[in-house]
């Protein structure tokens, strides 16, 4: 079984910055893909920033050029640095991670709050 632990959540001014990190432990193979999706309230989960242990990254479109996504597949670690951050970001961030094999796994996620 595989658990994410998230970190880093809170309540930010506009235009401040936050930094979110996922640690993973348990039963990891290889780790295919890992990063980030949120969900703010009524709207369905979005991609925020993952990366690949091919080291590619991808980013959507709200968080371009404002988030950045780093990781430490060797550690089994991504953080997530969210500058210029608006009241639109405010929703609950999720850590995925999912492994050559298939297997998908989430964290609980943690709550970011933009204030304007």
């Known amino acids: 079984q595989v658990r994410l632990v998230e970190s880093g959540g809170g309540l930010v001014e506009a235009g401040g910055s936050l930094r979110l990190s996922c640690a993973a432990t348990?039963?990891?193979?290889?780790?295919?893909?890992m990063g980030w999706f949120r969900q703010a309230p009524g709207k369905p989960r979005e991609l925020v920033a993952v990366?690949?242990?091919?080291?590619?990254?991808d980013y959507g479109a709200a968080v371009k050029n404002r988030f950045t996504i780093t990781r430490d597949f060797a550690k089994n670690s991504v953080s997530l640095q969210m500058n210029n951050l608006e009241p639109e970001d405010t929703a609950v961030y999720y850590c995925?991670?999912?492994?050559?094999?298939?297997?998908?796994?989430w964290g609980q996620g943690t709550q970011v709050t933009v204030s304007s």
């Open positions: 995925r991670l999912v492994q050559d094999r298939g297997e998908t796994s």
């Open positions: 990366t690949t242990d091919t080291n590619m990254t």
């Open positions: 348990g039963y990891i193979f290889e780790i295919a893909v």
